[in-house]
C-alpha cells in the first residue's frame, strides 16, 4: 500500500486528508493518506524514519518554508517562492531522496487565469505570508506586476496606509492573502479603500470559508469579478497527485 500524508501543525481543519482518502477510494487506489500533526519541524526526522512506506507529503503552516533545510533538491517554482507545499520521495543511491515543489502557484495561475485581461496589468497583494509568495510569482508568469501590502513597513512592500485613489485606479486585481474573513471570524476583511473599486477590478480571496467573504462583498457591491480560493484548493490537490505521480 503507498503511504502518502500532510505536515503540519495544527491539523484540526485539514482538507488534504479527506479529499486523498476519497479519491483513493473512489478509483481504487490502494493507498492511504494520514496527518502528522508535528508540533516542530525537527519532528519531520521522526515522520521519515517511523514511516519507511512513504510516498510522499503535503506541508502546510507552518512549515512550508522551515521544511527546506531537510530537502535534497527543489523544483524551479519552489527555490523561486522559497516554499514547499508538496514533497516527493525518490529512491537514491543511498535510500529516499526528498524533492520539494510548490503546488499552490499551480493551482493559483491555473484558477485566476481565465479571469484575466487586457486591463488587468498590476496587482495588490494583501499579506506577506508564504503563501503571498506563490501568489507573487504566479502573477509575474502572468504578466502581471505585483507589490505586496503589509500591515508594518517592510522592505519591498506598501503599507495599508499608503494605499491611495491613484494605487486602486492602476492596481485593478487585488489578491487576499491573509486569514481576514476567515470563518468564525466572518466580519473582518482587510483594510482597502473599498469605495474606490470599480467594474474593472477582480477581488480574488484564497479563503474559502466561508465561500463568500466580507471582502468579496464589498467589492461585488462596487461591480468588481470576486473569486474565493476553492478553486484553487483543488487545483493545487490534484497537481500534487500529478507530482507524485510522475
Known amino acids: 500500500m503507498q503511504k502518502y500524508g500532510l505536515l503540519g501543525y495544527p491539523l484540526g481543519h485539514s482538507f488534504s486528508k479527506t479529499y486523498f482518502n476519497q479519491k483513493f477510494e473512489a478509483e481504487k487506489i490502494d493507498a492511504q493518506y494520514v496527518n502528522f500533526e508535528i508540533p516542530n519541524i525537527k519532528e519531520i526526522k521522526n515522520v521519515l524514519k517511523e514511516n519507511p512506506e512513504l510516498n510522499g ?41 526528498l524533492k520539494g515543489y510548490n503546488s499552490d502557484i499551480i493551482g493559483f495561475k491555473q484558477s485566476i487565469d481565465p479571469l484575466l485581461n487586457e486591463t488587468h496589468r498590476k496587482a495588490l497583494i494583501l499579506g506577506t505570508g508564504g503563501a503571498s509568495k506563490a501568489v507573487f510569482q504566479g502573477l509575474k508568469q502572468l504578466g502581471v506586476g505585483a507589490t505586496l501590502v503589509s500591515r508594518k513597513p517592510k522592505e519591498f512592500c506598501i503599507t495599508y496606509d499608503e494605499i491611495t485613489p491613484k494605487t486602486m485606479e492602476q492596481y485593478t486585481v487585488i489578491v487576499n492573502t491573509t486569514p481576514l474573513g476567515m470563518f468564525p471570524n466572518v466580519n473582518s476583511c482587510p483594510d482597502i479603500p473599498y469605495d474606490l473599486l470599480t467594474p474593472n477590478h477582480l477581488l480574488y480571496d484564497l479563503l474559502y470559508n466561508p465561500d463568500e467573504t466580507l471582502f468579496m462583498k464589498k467589492g461585488k457591491e462596487k461591480g468588481a469579478v ?12 490534484f497537481a500534487a497527485w500529478e507530482i507524485w505521480q510522475k
Not at 62 to 70: A, F, L, T
Open 57 to 97: 507529503l503535503n506541508v502546510t503552516i507552518p512549515y512550508k518554508e522551515q521544511v527546506i533545510p531537510y530537502l535534497d533538491e527543489l523544483d524551479e517554482d519552489a527555490r523561486l517562492i522559497g516554499a514547499v507545499n508538496v514533497i516527493k520521495f525518490t529512491k537514491g543511491l543511498f535510500g529516499k531522496k
Open 226 to 237: 470576486v473569486k474565493n480560493g476553492l478553486e484553487m484548493l483543488l487545483l493545487q490537490a
